[in-house]
């Protein structure tokens, strides 16, 4: 059997995409506000599912803010990620207001990345930088892309802020990032794909450290990876989604009772070990899907399906299209 741990194999199927890059220089008073994913998304990532952003002070200090949270204070080296695209100020101190910036970002979405904006005494300019010297605080800003359907159980289980601070940063975080924000930026072959798989090593990262950092007991899809049981759980059925798991069998593998695994797995998962079990083989059928041409019949039973109307049935009402729809629309959006 296939024994890889299930937040790899949720990492790898989610087809994580790094992209564009903002190299921000900031002095005197400032604050930029920054639209949610959704209509952020289509600008700097055109055809993603989902958009995650992130921050990474390079020098100086500043807030970030999203509403109902309280303001996060970031340092030179901290790294601030936003999982769940919410609308968020990133500023010199809370409570100052944003600069008005126009719809600079349709004008430059094309132009070569990282592009350079800076913020001054409350003014905005893109397309310009400060000098290094003269800047409070710089900043470089990431997106991450990935697939929230047919299942994503990760991006719930992330905070609104998932803050990464300098000391508990990977050491080539920075300065990986710096470099490659210089190769884009000097245009030299290869730049951008150097940034886009810088963005997706750092929010692997990001979510590793946190995974690690949990308390005991946590909730959640990630508490139930560190759960003796659950996380046993999961591994099985990530490792071989096509085997015909029963709870029965589920729970004579784990060391508990067909009722007492139900009960524990929906305390943390928030969903049946059945429900859970089907929502992945449909994940995994979007991933073959996506990465080739296999037909739908084969990918159905590769899954663990018993037929391709089975399967095809219920990827429609999960995704609202039929496989090989959905396999068209994903061409045209990679």
């Known amino acids: 059997m296939n024994k890889l741990d299930p937040l790899s194999d949720v990492l790898r199927s989610v087809r994580l995409r790094g992209s564009v890059f903002f190299h921000v220089s900031c002095r005197d008073e400032w604050s930029a506000w920054a639209p949610p994913s959704q209509e952020l998304g289509p600008a700097v990532m055109p055809g993603a599912d989902h958009v995650i952003e992130y921050h990474l002070f390079v020098k100086g200090s500043g807030w970030v803010a999203v509403e109902g949270e309280p303001p996060l204070r970031l340092s030179a080296g901290d790294i601030v990620m936003l999982p769940h695209g919410d609308a968020h100020v990133v500023s010199s101190a809370p409570g100052v207001s944003p600069a008005q910036e126009g719809d600079w970002l349709t004008r430059m979405r094309d132009d070569p990345k990282p592009i350079p904006i800076s913020y001054r005494g409350g003014a905005f300019a893109a397309g310009e930088s400060l000098p290094t010297e003269d800047a409070s605080a710089v900043i470089l800003c990431g997106f991450i892309a990935c697939d929230l359907k047919p299942f994503n159980p990760l991006i719930d289980a992330l905070p609104r802020l998932l803050h990464l601070p300098a000391a508990g940063v990977g050491a080539w975080v920075a300065p990986v990032l710096e470099q490659a924000a210089q190769e884009c930026g000097a245009q030299r072959a290869g730049g951008a794909a150097l940034l886009q798989r810088v963005s997706e090593m750092v929010f692997v990262d990001a979510v590793k450290r946190y995974l690690d950092a949990l308390p005991e007991q946590s909730q959640g899809w990630l508490g139930a990876l560190r759960d003796r049981q659950v996380g046993r759980a999961l591994s099985l059925m990530h490792g071989d989604p096509a085997q015909p798991w029963t709870l029965e069998e589920l ?28 929502q992945w083989r449909l994940q995994c059928g979007a991933r073959l899907l996506s990465e080739g041409h296999t037909v739908v019949a084969s990918i159905a039973q590769q899954v663990g399906y018993e037929s391709e109307a089975a399967f095809s049935r219920a990827f429609k009402r999960a995704t609202g299209l039929p496989p090989a729809a959905w396999r068209r629309a994903q061409a045209l959006s990679s």
Do not use: D, I, K, W
């Open 251 to 278: 729970g004579r593998r784990v060391g508990l009772s067909r009722s007492a695994l139900h009960e524990r797995f929906v305390a943390l998962v928030g969903m049946p070990p059945m429900q859970y079990l089907t």
